[in-house]
């Protein structure tokens, strides 16, 4: 299974519960390679059928609350996290996890307590650390620098402390106003992370450059589309560059459901998608777009119908001319930043696995002006089908925002939705505390507050041809 040969470790998974009484780690492992091979309803019925056994351990639970995440019952997710630590108090694995449930649901104050059981138990868990320094705004009488910087300062730190902790103090320091130190901390970690990945960002140069080259001349709808792709709304977009803003304004409407961050549309691409002929790209392109609709539609629509369905991964900006031809109906929105901000904001976040552009200045304008040129060519080819929003504006005038937004979705507006504080919908992306706050624009301009050192970063970006804002130029 860790190879992602799901197929293969399928039969292995089934025969390890078949004839289980007790609920097992292995339950979950069979619903996660259910769920990987598009079989959601089998694994959520493994989930079901665990649930029903005799009582297991902290683990099994554990991991029933993650794939009852992935199938989006944040409820039952939330309430089997609660399970493991009442089973196992003093793991701090467990703690950690119930706090990242706990942010997703808006409970920050459950959420910090959780973090400080995790860090009491296991003083070296720093992943606890960083989320708990995200969860509020740091002041002056309630932080935690000091801490931070003591772990930090000890002799011989590894990459993996330097990353965790200096992401956290290099956030509460900014929220602090100490914008120098919060720099070094913010390099420091991007450091750390940098020299422990395998990447060449001219790969991804090509792969952007391979997708225009495949996706070109006017795009060709799906004939007879099998599905009403008008009920699809994709948000795309750079990282931290509003989208989850755009998506909670536009789930706060009557009759809209988002399934968050999925790779639902690429799997169901990639499994329409001639087996030969070409590269990757080319038979991507060459992909049926009716079997992709369909396959798209038989991921996305879930149990709870809507009039809406939402889908924000914003790397689906890959896909924008294959959605187009496969859902041609589908409402497409683009969000923009200004490059500074959009580029600060990535530098200063710790990603998982995607986004490995964003720990390098060069590699991070190389990336950023790359995919200007892609989004520069579906405009070209797409047209009036893109809805562009600016960040910028949306937070200044968010009512005439989303009133654009509703009507490019064919959704009557109710004013109601900007108050995103009080959409009580569940939220896994990195801005999942940022948006139980009413909407602000203190983040626009922020990098002015980095400019000397942001200067590399802003030369690298006007070398690619990225335009800058008058007050960035030449500095």
Known sequence: MCAGRFAEALPFAERAVAQARVCLPAHGMLATILLQLGRAGEAEATVRHALACEPGSADAYDGLAHVSLLLGEHERSNMLYRRSVALAPGDARFWYNLASSERGFGRLTEAEQACDRAIALDPVHYPSFLLRS???????????????????????????????????LGKELDDLGAFAEAFRSFAAAARARRRNLAYDVAVDERKLERIRAVFTGPARAATACPVDSSRYVFIVGLP????????????????????????????????AAPTAGGDLFERAAAADPRAVAA????????????????????????????????LPEASLIVLARSPLDSCFAMYRTLFGEAYPFSYDFEELARYYAAYQRLMQHWRTLLGERLHDVVYEELVQAPNRGG????????LPWDERAIAIQNNAAVSLTASAAQIRRPIYGSSSGRWRHYREQLVPLARALERLGVRLPADAQNE
């Open 240 to 271: 931290r560059s509003g989208t989850t803003l755009v998506e909670r304004i536009l789930s706060g409407l009557a009759d809209v459901r988002s399934n968050g961050e999925t790779g639902n549309f690429a799997r169901a691409l990639f499994a």
């Open 295 to 326: 396959n798209y539609a038989a991921l996305a629509d879930g149990a709870a119908p809507a009039r809406r369905i939402v889908e924000k991964l914003p790397m689906n900006y890959l896909y924008l001319g294959a959605i187009q031809r496969s």
């Open 403 to 410: 009133a654009a937004l509703a009507a490019h979705c064919g």
């Open 134 to 168: 995200q969860l509020r705004i740091q002041t002056a009488d309630a932080n935690h620098v000091e801490q931070l910087r003591g772990l930090l300062a000890r002799p011989g730190v590894d990459d993996r402390t330097v990353m965790f902790l200096g992401y956290a």
